[in-house]
């Protein structure tokens, strides 16, 4: 980089970077690419295959050939060997010579999910002595990956391209908030499930290329586009499962959910009349908390002869929620000498759902894994309900799928579940606040050119905004007055004070973010050589002392210098 005017629309501002590298993007890079750590155990070795043209960052980009090669974790680094040598370094990363096509693979064997191909580059690092994959692609083809594995690849086209632009908005706001570390997402469904790619996704694929670009936003901002399998005929809020409120999600009924056969539903039933027929077909546990309650109720043992009503209660949340916690039960009993009515309240997690544990045997699940209850009326008697797999926030994969097969196209889908929203793209944002400096370097991934012992308010002088206001905050997060260190950032907020985004700022040598170069950062950067102890996000870019997108010894020897007046550490980058 170079010291001079810049500016990047800060709605644009997600970072990348890479392990050995300082910053991978640019402001015009926005969103191109992703962090994806593989899920591959707890393992000291893995074979993997490339197929096509790759190279190996740390061997001054050699070939490394289309045979099947192993790496290890030695010591807490990296080896790998080919072409009748080894190479062995903190991290390794093979490179892909065509990134962006799909000519260049990497088949990796044994994961977690199997044997799966991985387009883009893979590095490999070493992390409490296993190793660690972490697969950085264009964020297309990440989708390629994402798509068919969250939504079956034979679902409608429609329902496909509204799973790509949730898979893509949520995507981008994971990398946004997670940016100071070493990989954007995992690969698993705790943000979203990706198995690699496959040819053979061809409608997946499609709905991921004819949605290019875009995503969600409400008020131009990306919006963090949850979605579930299944939501039981109802959707839910963030605040309700995550206690976050977003305006943009509601409780809103969503009948489609129901009429699609696949969404899983669990029962409990209660008869009308107790008699033996009905109580042999009926759940032993449920018809031993019935009369356990009803005995308690008339302070003595009675008979259960009939149900009057089943009614849900005590929903879990405020507001139209269906998750109901209790079911009243009315009931006529009998004494032995007199018959009457009186109600119990049961905890609807205590009872049994999809079960048969009776006279007639035991088949099926004790407890329910779903979430939303509720009470219908069916013949000869009730059934207590419990739907919705997963959080029921956003959009129910299973209603999409019915959606598009009746005809509803994927902005209209996406318009029900995610209220008051737009669809964008990249280029939507000539109205978003934009940072300028004319000392320092603001690009994408940081801000760069400070100098070491740099107080906030002489940094904020040389800094402008259109259409917004900036504060410096610490590491913490605390808006600071004080010295600027490594890992303090700048905060880019809309004129009403809301919060847009940040921007972090790297003052190359300062690895432990002190303001200042000294013998600690030399030993920072030993201990991440050693991976004793590892540098990420913009500690880890302050490494690169020499600017040659590497952490290793040459940093090193640049620090010496610079501390003994041998050298002066250049700022620009």
Not at 40 to 60: A, Y
Not at 195 to 201: E, I, L, R, T
Not at 504 to 512: A, E, H, Q, R
């Amino acid at each position: 980089m170079k010291r001079g005017y810049r500016f990047v629309a800060c709605a644009l501002i997600l970072a990348l970077m890479l392990p050995n590298a300082t910053f991978a993007q640019s402001a015009e890079g926005f969103g191109q690419n992703v962090r994806i750590k593989l899920s591959i155990g707890d393992r000291t070795s893995f074979k993997f295959t490339p197929v096509g043209e790759f190279t190996l960052l740390e061997d001054s980009g050699v070939k490394v050939g289309t045979e099947e090669l192993t790496v290890k974790a030695v010591g807490g680094r990296v080896s790998i060997e080919f072409a009748n040598k080894t190479v062995t370094a903190p991290s390794l990363t093979l490179k892909s010579a065509h990134y962006g096509e799909r000519t260049d693979y990497i088949r990796l064997r044994n994961s977690e999910h199997g044997t799966c191909t991985y387009l883009g580059d893979i590095t490999f690092d070493v992390v409490e002595g296993s190793l660690r994959a972490i697969n950085t692609l264009p964020m297309e083809q990440y989708l390629y990956g994402v798509v068919p594995n969250e939504m079956s690849n034979s679902f409608p086209i429609d329902a496909l391209k509204a799973q790509a632009v949730c898979a893509r908005s949520f995507a981008l706001s994971r990398c946004y908030r997670y940016q100071s570390r070493s990989y954007d997402l995992v690969d698993t469904s705790k943000d979203q499930t990706y198995h690699g790619y496959a040819s053979k996704n061809r409608r997946a694929i499609a709905a991921v290329d004819a949605t290019a670009g875009e995503l969600l936003t409400y008020e131009n901002k990306i919006v963090e586009a949850y979605y579930s399998s299944s939501n039981g005929g109802q959707t839910d809020t963030p605040k309700n499962v995550w206690d976050s409120d977003e305006p943009f999600y509601a409780i809103v009924d969503d009948p489609y959910d129901l009429m699609n056969a696949s969404s899983i539903e669990e029962l409990s039933f209660i008869p009308d009349e107790f008699t033996d027929e009905t109580r042999a077909i009926m759940d032993a546990e449920v018809l031993s908390a019935i009369q356990r309650a009803a005995n308690e109720a008339a302070g003595g043992n009675v008979a259960l002869l009939s149900t009057i009503a089943v009614t849900p209660a005590k929903p879990e949340h405020e507001g139209d929620s269906r998750c109901y916690t209790r079911v009243d039960i009315a009931l006529a009993v009998s004494n032995g000498q007199e018959e009457g009515q009186l109600t119990i309240s049961l905890a609807i997690g205590e009872l049994s759902f999809g079960s048969f544990n009776n006279t007639l045997g035991k088949i099926g699940a004790r407890k329910t894994r779903l979430r939303m209850s509720g009470a219908e009326r069916t013949n000869g008697g009730w059934n207590i309900t419990m739907r919705r797999w997963g959080h029921g926030v956003g959009m129910s994969q299973r209603s999409a799928q019915v959606r598009a097969r009746l005809g509803q196209s994927y902005d209209e889908i996406l318009a029900f579940y995610y209220i008051d929203t737009k669809l964008g793209t990249f280029t939507d944002y000539a109205s978003a606040p934009r940072i300028e400096s004319d000392k320092y370097a603001v690009s994408a991934a940081a801000i760069t050119g400070v100098a070491p012992g740099t107080i906030a308010e002489d940094m904020l002088k040389n800094l402008t905004c259109a259409g917004g206001t900036l504060s410096i905050m610490s590491a913490k997060g605390a808006e600071t007055a004080g010295t600027i260190g490594t890992g303090c950032f700048v905060r880019i907020s809309y004129e009403d004070g809301a919060k847009y985004c940040d921007i972090p700022i790297v003052i190359f040598g300062d690895t432990d973010g002190s303001g200042k170069i000294d013998t600690d950062d030399i030993v920072a950067i030993q201990k991440h050589m050693l991976h004793v102890k590892l540098l990420g996000g913009a500690y880890l870019a302050a490494a690169d002392a020499d600017h040659n997108g590497k952490t290793e010894l040459g940093d090193i020897i640049t620090l010496l210098r610079h501390i003994n007046g041998d050298g002066k550490l250049k700022q620009e980058g």
